[in-house]
């Protein structure tokens, strides 16, 4: 995030989701931007094909079609120009490129927008002029806008959007991507990314390399690694002969989850480490037991790039080890394997390490954004977010204030891309994908908790009333449930679920989790991978439904 929790919440006259179930999939920021709603009279724009829980708070709700979002956002922006309502004094002092982008944009006026989104025309105009009446406004968006084959292009044309109407920079403001899991952001920003090293240091920098080296004693080649959604392909093709995963269940979460199972059959050698059994577990040569957030110490670095500090509650229980304990001492193992051993005069101390404390000095030594961030500043209370470029520096809650990292904001030309498999004769649903406010990803700690199953115990799907009709699916007049159960098929499988009739999906869409192994969506969604990032089209795939009883 751009901005903070806290600043949205409080100085935003405008929220604008899209690609966000905020008030199930982040419940305590979707909680306070409700009651920004309802006690200081923020404005709010929801976009969404589906008609989640948070829509009842927006003044207006924009369900365009799935798949669709840089036509609806290239469209309100045609608007915004047309009626002179943008940051000119902005656009001018700190953005370039704009008369490109501009070209790009006006092919897209309301008629145009309208077709391809399936959005009224008085609907879009309506958007851009609360976009224009109530600044500044805050962009949020999730998974909803990221998982698709042009995931990077939305989130570029989001950031458009902000320039454009000179929303960057300013309390209330920015671009605001809400993280899917409690450490996404920290695993980002040390590294764990292939193209870069810990604070987005390029991997092909021959600076960055010279640093890492000379820090580490090792050799660091100039090459860009693979991608989760790289690798799993590369098994059968030959180009990946082992797996080390920690704490990840691809079987439930990776897209086409028979070809996973076929991957993970097909490698030569596995590790997995982990703190509970998995779907993947099964298909492991060597199970390593991982801790949980009670048992270890250390940090997590939030969607709002805040970094914050927990300690053990209880010692690690049976034979299980902090993670960073294990990878080092499988690294040392592998060097005395190899017959070697990093270079004597290296400054940094190897894999020698005592506490987690220690590796947080290396990270600030070796991070631009970290180097002022230390175990006992945040013990002593302090809300650091990065870049915290020096020991005294207290952090910064917004970023952009006064240039951007590049210099000056370039705007980008994005052009709206159709999903790779839509409707047709044979799967005429669309199938959209996501979790559920009960549990979370692939279930592994939900699942074990007996008072969330007795809540939303098995996979349901949402299927809308005049679908549902046509099928001969009578829902329950009290529970809204059909107690019927549908087969959901792709091109590369099939689940069966029971129905759930509900108007928060649009006929045509059905909608599925994939917490349950039984049924999980991932089983029918698309490997299609965005170019840049390499994330799956979760969001978009053909399917075709029937009624099983």
């Known amino acids: 995030m751009s901005n ?16 966000s179930n905020t008030t199930e999939q982040h419940p305590v920021f979707g909680a306070m931007m409700r009651q920004a709603v309802l006690q200081r009279g923020a404005k709010m724009i929801v976009a969404d094909p589906r008609r989640i829980d948070i829509t009842e708070f927006a003044t207006l709700h924009l369900q365009q079609k799935s798949g669709t979002d840089i036509a609806l956002l290239n469209g309100l922006m045609h608007i915004i120009l047309e009626n002179s309502w943008e940051d000119k004094a902005f656009i001018e002092e700190r953005c370039e490129n704009f008369d490109e982008f501009k070209a790009t944009v006006m092919q897209y006026p309301p008629e145009k927008v309208s077709q391809i989104t399936g959005i009224s025309i008085e609907e879009l105009r309506q958007a851009a002029q609360l976009m224009n009446e109530h600044r500044p406004m805050a962009v949020i968006w999730a998974m909803g806008i990221t998982q698709h084959i042009v995931g990077v292009r939305n989130v570029m044309d989001l950031a458009n959007l902000q320039m454009l109407l000179g929303n960057m920079g300013k309390p209330g ?38 640093k890492f080296e000379t820090a ?18 590369g098994i059968p093709e030959g180009k990946i002969k082992a797996l080390y995963i920690l704490g990840e269940n691809p079987i439930m979460s990776d897209p086409d989850s028979g070809h996973i199972r076929h991957c993970l059959e097909e490698v030569e050698f596995f590790v997995l480490q982990e703190i509970f059994p998995t779907e993947t577990a099964a298909y492991a040569d060597i199970l390593l037991p991982g801790v949980t957030f009670a048992e270890k110490t250390g940090t997590f670095s939030n969607t709002e790039r805040r970094v914050q500090m927990v300690h053990k509650a209880i010692e690690p229980i049976g034979e299980s080890r902090d993670d960073w304990q294990i990878t080092a001492e499988l690294a040392k193992r592998i060097l005395a394997l190899g017959g070697r051993e990093l270079l004597a005069e290296a400054p940094l101390k190897g894999w020698d390490y005592a506490s987690s404390e220690e590796i947080m000095v290396e990270v600030s030594k070796l991070t631009p954004s970290y180097t002022g961030i230390t175990h006992a500043r945040l013990d002593n209370g302090e809300r650091l977010q990065w870049p915290v470029p020096a020991a005294d520096h207290p952090g910064t809650p917004i970023l952009h204030t006064k240039a951007f990292s590049r210099g000056k904001g370039r705007f980008m030309p994005i052009d709206f891309v159709p999903a790779p498999e839509l409707p047709d004769d044979n799967y005429p649903f669309i199938l959209n994908t996501g979790r559920v406010l009960y549990h979370w990803h692939g279930g592994e700690m939900t699942r074990r908790a007996k008072g969330l199953m007795e809540v939303y115990g098995q996979a349901l799907v949402e299927l809308n009333p005049d679908d549902a009709a046509r099928m001969g699916v009578n829902p329950d007049e009290t529970l809204g449930q059909a107690n019927k159960t549908l087969r959901i098929t792709s091109r590369r499988g099939v689940i069966e679920a029971e129905a759930w009739v509900t108007d928060r999906v649009p006929p045509g869409m059905v909608y599925a989790n994939f917490h349950f192994p039984e049924a999980s969506a991932n089983e029918l969604t698309i490997a299609a991978l965005d170019p840049t990032s390499k994330i799956p089209e979760y969001k978009v795939c053909a399917v075709k439904v029937e009624l099983v009883k």
């Open 4 to 19: 903070s929790m806290d600043d949205v919440a409080a100085k935003s006259e405008l929220f604008f989701i899209i690609g």
């Open 216 to 233: 580490w004693g090792a050799t660091a080649p100039a090459k860009v690694g693979l991608t989760v959604t790289e690798m799993m392909p």
């Open 173 to 210: 403001g920015g671009v605001n991507p809400l993280r899917g899991q409690n450490n996404v952001q920290g695993a980002c920003d040390m590294g764990g990314l292939p193209n870069v090293y810990p604070g987005y240091q390029p991997v092909i920098n021959e600076e960055v390399i010279k």
